[in-house]
């Protein structure tokens, strides 16, 4: 019996990456990397006003070129295997579309306009859209709709987003019929229903962005979003009611998709996921183990038994939805606006002079300038880390807050901004680096301690992303703060074989998620163990971390 094959498709927010992976024991057989162009070229975006947009065509781009990638060079008996493929994507990143599906960025009047665009996922400009939306929950007298979204609706979310847009665009307002999420888009572009009313939305984005519940029939009711805003009149019906967990297929690639692709036409496609829920899965998670994807963001994610979850809320996360992660468990999922971004934040601030420097130094050719700023941006991270590990324990330490892109959970707030507290004239950018990466550690902290304050157990801590894979300073860090080991998958692309596994229980090569996780998972490659003197004298800096958090919220608000 020939071996069967699947494909994981990963949008990231720079880019997409495609791996086709053997079933019978998760090898990838092929990858291949997409940078998003216009992305690339920073369209569409606004740094100043948080403002982070992408437009369709990189990501139907990076499919095809990804998929394609990926496949070069397989032999015929690889490819006349492949059975399924699932895709994962950022979010909440909805776009605005037209009553046959098409994003509204796709006609020609739309092309450069930034509020056509998919709204991605660190996209901050509904700060002020997403508060009234947490003061109405709470105030217009029916079902508080965000209660099973950590009882905080965040600026990140897809709801806060559809009203930023409309109430700022009247002509995108007016062109949409719908809206919808790219983790949905992309599996009915493949299939070829993008018709709204009927194209398969995903459990994972519908529970834990939109406000989606079982117990209110689907989506928030119709008179609390006129109340909102009558111009979300009648949306609601150009939506969805059901949702569709990671295990479902929504049907085959189209005649043009697998020709297009050069893949066999009954491959099955999907429904589609969050990068990070589906980068869980990937992680080999299991009931109480927390997932921690930590790249520009983090992402941590629990799943716990349905009869053992019963109705606990858990306050202040991104939600607690019936198979979100993994079908059949409630999925809880938490994590921190800004990791990763804030080292590389503080790497851009020391590049400056560097850049500025060079680039008025008339002796230098362009050819080393451009070498000169190239190697030192891709050294800074691993130089500043290595003199900050040098620095010992018990000199007096900075205190900073990880708040440089608001803060996701615990209880999310937008409008919070970061801090550095105690600085002198010694405070050189290896010591403020330390206390950069310390509060993120902290600031994952604030989140475990949540979860167990609300009677959810954490039995063990697994890492994946970009972070955990290269930073061996920052790990060590955060299993101090913590005061808990952290395993690290062992593989590079943990999103994208989280997406191959649920792409072969989707073509039914392997029955359940877990039984695709058995056969199909790496396991881990290294193990950080907490220095227990260390995590002593880290107790008591988080402590000062939290009064320093608390003395910037209450003069914020």
């Known amino acids: 019996m020939s071996k069967k094959y699947v494909i994981g498709i990963d949008y990231g927010t720079d880019s997409v990456r495609s791996v086709v992976v053997d079933t019978s024991n998760g090898e990838i057989a ?3 990397v997409f940078d998003y162009p216009r992305w690339k070229k920073g369209l569409y975006c606004d740094l100043s006003e948080n403002r982070f947009r992408q437009h369709p065509l990189d990501y139907i781009e990076g499919l095809e070129n990804s998929v394609k990638g990926a496949l070069k060079g397989l032999s015929r008996e690889i490819l ?6 699932t895709i994962d994507t950022t979010g909440s990143t909805p776009v605005a579309d037209d009553k046959e599906g098409v994003p509204v960025s796709m006609k020609p009047e739309f092309e450069n306009d930034p509020d056509a665009m998919f709204v991605l996922w660190k996209d901050h400009t509904a700060v002020k859209e997403a508060a009234e939306i ?3 929950a709470r105030s217009w007298g029916g079902v508080d709709f965000t209660k099973f979204e950590g009882g905080i609706y965040s600026s990140e979310w897809f709801w806060a ?4 847009v409309i109430r700022n665009n009247e002509k995108v307002w007016e062109n949409a019929w719908s809206w919808v999420e790219h983790c949905d888009w992309i599996p009915a572009l493949l299939t070829g229903n993008t018709d709204p009313l009927t194209l398969i939305r995903g459990r994972c984005s519908a529970g834990h962005k939109a406000m989606w519940h079982e117990d209110f029939n689907g989506l928030p009711d119709e008179k609390f979003l ?3 805003d009558p111009k979300l009149a009648g949306l609601r019906e150009h939506l969805f009611s059901k949702t569709y967990t990671c295990d479902v297929p929504v049907g085959t690639l189209t005649k043009e998709w697998s020709e297009k692709l050069g893949l066999p036409g009954n491959v099955k496609v999907g429904a589609g996921a969050f990068d990070a829920h589906l980068g869980a899965v990937g992680g080999e998670i299991k009931p109480y ?8 963001s983090t992402c941590d994610m629990l799943v716990s038994p349905l ?3 019963g109705n606990k809320l858990v306050a202040g996360i991104c939600g607690q939805v019936d198979g979100s992660i993994v079908p059949g468990m409630l999925g809880l999922e938490a994590g921190q606006s800004a990791f990763g971004d804030i080292y590389a934040w503080f790497s851009r601030l020391l590049l400056w002079t560097v850049d500025e420097i060079i680039s008025k130094m008339e002796w230098l050719d362009n050819k080393t300038r451009e070498r000169i700023s190239r190697e030192t941006a891709d050294r800074i991270i691993a130089e500043l880390s290595k003199q900050a590990e040098q620095i010992t324990d018990d000199e007096t330490a900075l205190v900073a807050l990880d708040w440089l892109n608001g803060r996701r959970t615990p209880d999310a707030n937008q409008a919070l901004k970061g801090a550095i507290a105690g600085l002198s004239l010694g405070s050189d950018a290896p010591r403020i680096f330390k206390s950069l990466v310390e509060a993120t550690a902290f600031g994952s902290k604030m989140i475990n301690e949540r979860f167990i304050s609300e009677g959810v157990r954490i039995d063990g801590v697994i890492a994946i992303g970009g972070v955990a894979k290269k930073n061996p300073y920052v790990m060590q860090i955060v299993s101090d703060v913590l005061n808990m080991p952290i395993k690290v998958a062992r593989s590079d692309q943990t999103c994208a074989l989280g997406s191959a596994m649920a ?4 073509a039914g090569i392997h029955k359940d998620i877990p039984a695709a996780q058995k056969a199909m998972g790496g396991g881990f490659e290294k193990e950080y163990k907490p220095d227990p003197a260390r995590a002593k004298k880290y107790e008591e800096l988080f402590g000062k971390y939290k009064k320093l958090g608390s003395f910037i919220e209450n003069q914020l608000t």
């Open 503 to 506: 792409a072969a229980v989707v």
């Open 226 to 228: 006129v109340k909102l």
């Open 30 to 32: 092929g990858s291949s």
């Open 289 to 296: 183990q927390l997932v921690k994807v930590m790249g520009t």
């Open 134 to 136: 947490n003061d109405l």
């Open 80 to 85: 006349s295997n492949i059975a399924g493929n």
């Open 307 to 309: 009869e053992e979850a």
């Open 161 to 164: 987003k559809i009203l930023h």
